[in-house]
């Protein structure tokens, strides 16, 4: 076996070694449901089992059915051949009991009685999307061509709960923003008797249109995209509240000053959901009247910067205690009904659940790990042990722990008074095996990792590096896990190279005065702190040759790569940008108006930001990649950083990716990727 050579395919045919790891858990009172491929290579979830005897049983594998015996035979064949690229059951939905089941595949709907049933396929009035049963089991509410729909299961009756003629507007769906940016993927919500729902209007007319072609197939249309770019119109989003006897009521607030809805769900109160200004300066909590329409606040609010939106925020106890998080100083902490119930220093990342007055969260105090936290009538207390990264879910007496760890993963179910019971994963492991040493950088203590190649010894002559970071507020590299982004690292280092990353400021983790760092400036920062990095790491490994510095990233990090040999030749010698979001102007309002303001307030910042400015500036060897095909961001970012290139008489590279999105996924352009990335660097640094 040569690492080298293997290592490429072997990440692209594991999905990055994720094929085969159990996800989307579901605790019952005597079984877990969850999805997951059968291997290694294999990229179809199918529904699994585990009884409380901690025996695993397949429920549904998606080559099992036959999705399409209704259906005209044009439709059925169009599914046929779409099923090599299909993921299999990709999200699945159950009762308050876990008892019944349903999901989509191909866009046709099927329910399952329990777990031991046959899936039956169930008549919609069109092509699924998002179905979801509601909580005591009876109905099934989804999406399709636009329009929000209810199933009784009983007598298959169908209901449109929603619709409009007009095609700009939708239902039950979340728009761009709300997806990409604001972490809301959901459009409807059941309340918890299953009688009512709770649904979002969008409306695109406002949002301005962009055309995605495909160059390599030009006797194709291009596909139109509503995307709203900074200083554009947003999409006009209302919520209503529905019963299914035909009754409808918008809730109503000051869209104009809150035209953002960033969270929203459906308790035992009644609808609670929170709305945001479009400087997200301000958030409100409301509550609603489902039958009047009246709404009230709960909660508001306020910070200079940006309020940081928190998953699982806002909720509700039992008993209608507000459950939110506050940044007081450099901590963010839970916040229950105005009081704070975690300390300074821990984090809060993320609400789980709340059940009855308990409350589970992600937290963590140390920013390579993360860690899972219960708080309930005995106060606060820790779930999860160890140096990683720790998840789970509770429901009573059933705790799953999920662990990502230096050694790998684990799926723990731990019932009072029974044995643990492990759930299996059938991931890959990596034929390389990562060599971490671990640094902190400088006074800040820049957490950052060092990969250095397995032949490498002490007193060897040194390696030119290669700093790989992410470095943006969308997620942190450096934590005390294994998996695809350590091991193709140890990959580029067992080519030759010492592999630096590095979490810089603006990265998540360290607390609200930690992120908003970067606030009107997302960029000089973050570099300042790779170039830290890089030399606190020579420094303490001895290994680095800081005469040959190359840096790779992508998505923002294409950006820090970037930016790092037009601003800082003196350190960096060699880049390769992938997906680099080059032009500010040209991602959307939700998330760039976060960091930078709107732009006609701020037109300098955005002008000083954007790496067109700097192109004239270009010293070092460039390697530009983007899919053309990626609709976050789009390849135009990419163009007009090597036109103003161009323009200014610089040579660089730029490598296009046919047909292919953000990320690339298809095994060929995966695999080739990371050698197109190892071929440039070694000709240059090697």
């Not at 396929?121 to 099934?140: H, K, Q, S, Y």
């Amino acid at each position: 076996m040569n690492p080298i050579e293997d290592f490429p395919v072997q990440s692209a045919r594991t999905g990055r070694f994720t094929y085969g790891l159990p996800k989307a858990f579901t605790l019952g009172r005597e079984h877990v449901l969850f999805l997951r491929a059968t291997g290694p290579e294999d990229r179809t979830s199918c529904l699994w089992q585990l009884t409380a005897d901690g025996v695993e049983h397949l429920v549904v594998a998606p080559e099992d059915l036959d999705s399409g015996g209704s259906l005209p035979e044009a439709e059925r064949v169009r599914r046929e051949r779409s099923r090599e690229h299909s993921s299999g059951i990709v999200a699945y939905s159950t009762d308050r009991a876990a008892r019944h089941i349903v999901f989509a595949l191909q866009g046709v709907l099927y329910h399952l009685d329990g777990p031991e049933a046959l899936p039956r396929e169930v008549w919609t009035a069109g092509l699924v999307v998002d179905p979801r049963i509601d909580p005591a089991g009876r109905r099934v509410a989804y999406v399709t061509g636009r329009e929000l729909h209810v199933v009784d299961l009983a007598d298959g009756k169908d209901l449109t709960v929603a619709s409009d003629p007009d095609p700009e507007v939708s239902w039950g769906l979340a728009e761009h923003e709300a997806a990409e940016s604001m972490g809301r993927t959901r459009g409807y919500w059941w309340s918890p008797d299953g009688t009512r729902l709770l649904a979002a209007r969008v409306d695109q007319t406002p949002v301005q249109r962009w055309w995605i072609a495909d160059p390599a197939n030009p006797d194709r249309p291009p596909r139109e995209v509503a995307y709203p770019v900074a200083g554009t119109a947003n999409a006009i989003v209302t919520l209503h509240a529905f019963d299914l006897e035909g009754g409808a009521v918008e809730l109503r607030w000051d869209r104009r000053r809150y035209e953002y809805l960033t969270a929203a769900t459906w308790d035992a109160h009644g609808p609670l959901f929170a709305v945001q200004s479009r400087d997200q300066r301000t958030l409100l909590v409301l509550a609603g009247d489902p039958a009047t329409g009246e709404t009230r606040i709960l909660h508001e609010q306020r910070d200079p910067a940006w309020v940081e939106l928190i998953d699982g925020t806002p909720a509700r106890t039992a008993s209608g205690r507000l459950v939110h998080t506050e940044d007081v100083g450099e901590t963010r902490r839970l916040v229950i009904d105005g009081v704070p119930v975690t300390p300074d220093g821990l984090q809060v990342r993320g609400v789980l659940e709340v059940s009855g007055e308990s409350v589970l969260l992600e937290a963590n105090d140390e920013p390579t790990e993360r860690h899972l936290w219960l708080y309930d009538a005995r106060g606060l207390r820790r779930l999860s042990n160890g140096p990683g990264v720790h998840s789970g879910s509770l429901v009573d007496d059933t705790l799953l722990l999920t662990s990502h760890t230096e050694s790998g993963r684990s799926f723990v179910v731990r019932r009072r008074g029974l044995p643990d019971r492990s759930i299996e994963a059938r991931n890959a492991e990596p034929v390389v095996t990562p060599r971490i040493t671990w640094v902190g950088a400088g006074k800040l203590d820049l957490r950052t990792a060092v990969l250095l190649p397995s032949w490498y010894r002490p007193g060897d002559k040194p390696l030119p590096v290669l700093m790989a970071p992410y470095g943006g507020p969308a997620m942190q590299l450096v934590t005390r896990t294994s998996g695809g982004a350590y091991a193709a690292a140890q990959w580029f280092a067992e080519a030759g190279f010492a592999v630096v990353i590095a979490d810089g400021r603006g990265t998540p983790g360290r607390g609200p005065v930690w992120e908003k760092t970067v606030h009107l400036d997302n960029l000089t920062l973050p570099l300042e702190d790779q170039v830290t990095a890089l030399q606190a790491a020579a420094e303490q490994t001895g290994a680095l040759d800081l005469s040959r510095v190359g840096i790779k990233g992508w998505s923002y990090g294409g950006l820090l790569a970037a930016a790092a040999v037009l601003l800082r030749p003196d350190v960096f010698h060699v880049a390769v940008a992938g997906a680099a979001p080059a032009d500010q102007r040209l991602y959307d309002t939700h998330w760039r108006e976060r960091f930078l303001g709107h732009p006609d307030e701020n037109p300098e910042i955005y002008d000083r930001l954007s790496l067109m400015t700097y192109a004239a500036d270009l010293r070092r060897p460039l390697l530009l990649i983007h899919g053309l095909a990626d609709d976050n961001v789009f390849a135009a970012h990419t163009l007009r950083l090597s036109a103003a290139l161009v323009a200014a008489g610089r040579p660089h590279q730029v490598l296009p990716l046919s047909n292919v999105t953000h990320m690339a996924s298809s095994e060929s352009a995966a695999a080739g990727l990371l050698r197109s990335q190892l071929a440039f660097l070694s000709s240059h640094l090697l």
